[in-house]
């Protein structure tokens, strides 16, 4: 009993980072579940975080999109293709061995936790913006595709790629970006989560928690996104993020 609350407090937690940032919460859910001695093997982690993501999603999505802010033509391009990766992408999971996916998951992680900790601001990248419209959209279809299937082979939001794109590439504001991401990865982590279901990775026990805590905390995120430091909160996450990568591929390589 004892274990599940700990979960379900850690779940609140992340939930609030998760919809202050954008992120899905994966980034940390699978390395406390692993850590947390709660699965031995990666694919239940990821099975198990990607259920408690769609719903981090979904509560602060709506959240956002409750506010205004999403960019709704943008994350409707976005999320025909998230769904078929992140479909591609549990199916993924559930074949490569054990370690290789701890040190892949690692290996991702480190972008986002560079991203987080050091970034000094963002802006438009006028060679996309200067591309044919029809171009541009063609390739935002193409890049939901590689931010589902990330999403379900490691169990993530996808918000550590997208995020970072929205802002540097498109130009919105961190705010819109982050709820945009939200929105748009929702129905992503849906397929993700029944393919898992589906692989019997998906952990009953520990989502339960996971999906009440994170919902608790990601419904609180929006709110709180009007007086948090956001700069401070991405940096000191982007730090543990990193620090996690680390001890990640440890994991696979020992």
């Known amino acids: 009993m004892l274990e599940i609350a700990a979960l379900f407090a850690a ?12 992120v899905g919460g994966g980034g940390f859910i699978v390395p406390l579940l692993v850590f947390g001695g709660y699965v031995c093997e990666m694919r239940l982690a990821v099975g198990t975080s990607i259920a408690a993501v769609a719903f981090t999603s979904l ?19 976005l999320m025909p293709m998230t769904v078929v990766g992140a479909y ?28 987080m900790a050091v970034d000094r601001g963002t802006g438009g990248f006028d ?11 063609t390739l935002v279809f193409a890049f939901g595709g590689v931010v ?17 794109a929205l802002t540097l590439v498109l130009g919105l504001t961190i705010t819109r970006a982050v709820a945009t991401s ?15 279901w589906q692989q019997a990775n998906l952990v009953p026990e520990y989502a339960a928690p996971l999906i009440v805590g994170v919902a608790v905390g990601a419904y609180a995120g929006p709110t709180l996104a009007r ?22 591929m440890a994991r696979g390589l020992m």
């Open 88 to 115: 591609l992408g549990a199916v993924a999971s559930d074949v490569l061995p054990d370690e290789t996916l701890s040190i892949l998951f690692g290996v991702f992680l480190l972008y986002p936790g560079y991203r």
């Open 182 to 196: 939200l929105f748009a990865m929702f129905p992503g982590a849906v397929s993700a989560s029944l393919k898992q």
């Open 127 to 137: 060679s996309f913006l200067d591309l044919p419209p029809r171009l541009q959209q």
């Open 227 to 248: 007086y948090v430091p956001k700069e401070a909160v991405r940096r000191v996450f982007g730090v543990l993020l990193l620090l996690v990568a680390l001890r990640m």
């Open 11 to 22: 779940a609140v937690a992340i939930g609030v980072v998760s919809a202050l940032l954008g």
């Open 148 to 164: 589902g299937f990330s999403s379900g082979l490691f169990g993530i939001g996808g918000g550590s790629l997208m995020v970072p």
């Open 59 to 77: 509560v602060a999505g709506a959240g956002y999109l409750r506010d205004g802010q999403v960019d709704l033509r943008l994350g409707f391009t």
